[in-house]
């Protein structure tokens, strides 16, 4: 599962018995880290550089309290706000892409 956040962009996938949740950059899961009370692991050698365990329940009440905290009116420019245009740019490219699979009513 990959999640954009207005703190960072996470992909989550199970260890077996938990969930490890990995980031490309150590600021995306510093929010997660926070709240499970989990300590960030570099891994320097895999796709995603850090990680971070926590159980099924802990990463639930974490993209719980994330949704609850929205506040904001559009996304893109609350990531700026709280990430900069360097990460924000990224993200842009994204949803742009992500225009194609639009089905074809979409805009009908």
């Known amino acids: 599962m990959w999640i954009f956040t207005n703190t960072g962009f996470v992909s989550a996938v199970s260890d077996g018995k938990n969930l490890m949740v990995r980031a490309r950059d150590r600021q995306s ?3 997660l880290s926070v709240f499970a009370k989990s300590e960030i ?3 320097p050698t895999h796709d995603y550089p850090y990680r971070v365990f ?3 329940e802990v990463f639930s009440r974490w993209v719980s ?3 609850a905290a929205i506040r904001y009116k559009n996304f893109k420019s609350e990531v700026s706000i ?3 245009d360097s990460f924000a740019e990224p993200l842009l490219k994204v949803w742009s892409v992500m225009h194609g699979i639009e089905d074809e009513e ?3």
């Open 29 to 31: 899961l510093e929010p």
């Open 41 to 43: 692991k570099k891994t």
């Open 54 to 56: 926590v159980s099924h």
């Open 65 to 67: 309290d994330q949704a």
């Open 82 to 84: 709280q990430r900069g």
């Open 106 to 108: 979409a805009r009908q």
